[in-house]
């Protein structure tokens, strides 16, 4: 009996006085989730931010890389004709060496020609003045 006593108030007042003691508790709870849920959503706005200026960096670095990979499929198809007419340039230089090659044979061959028929000449011009 006197548990039952103890536990049940003993007047309206202290009813009352237990019933305001339970609406600050909840008041306060309820201020103290209010204010953990502003935190949050400032962090939330925070991160969405960050999000936004990194998607914003992916974005120029992906416009980038795109940029360069034109660029770079350029050149690459510049080095292939530059090198195309590299090949094409030292054949004609081959060509045109070994014709050189020939040509100065040739002009050799004609020059000792010519020097045999200069001295065959002077040895006859020798001959027809002694005679």
């Not at 305001?20 to 935190?39: G, N, P, V």
């Not at 050189?100 to 000792?112: G, N, Q, T």
């Amino acid at each position: 009996m006197k548990r039952l006593e103890a536990s049940t108030p003993m007047s309206i007042t202290e009813i009352r006085a237990d019933k305001d003691r339970l609406r600050a508790e909840f008041a306060m709870s309820t201020r103290r989730l209010e204010m953990r849920i502003e935190k949050l959503k400032a962090q939330t706005t925070t991160q969405l931010a960050d999000v936004g200026k990194k998607t914003d960096t992916i974005n120029l670095l992906k416009k980038e890389l795109a940029e360069k990979n034109v660029t770079n499929v350029a050149l690459e198809a510049r080095d292939r004709t530059l090198r195309d007419q590299l090949r094409a340039t030292e054949e004609e230089l081959r060509i045109k060496s070994s014709a050189l090659r020939e040509a100065s044979r040739e002009l050799a061959d004609k020059e000792a020609e010519l020097a045999k028929a200069l001295g065959e000449l002077a040895e006859r011009s020798l001959i027809a003045s002694q005679s």
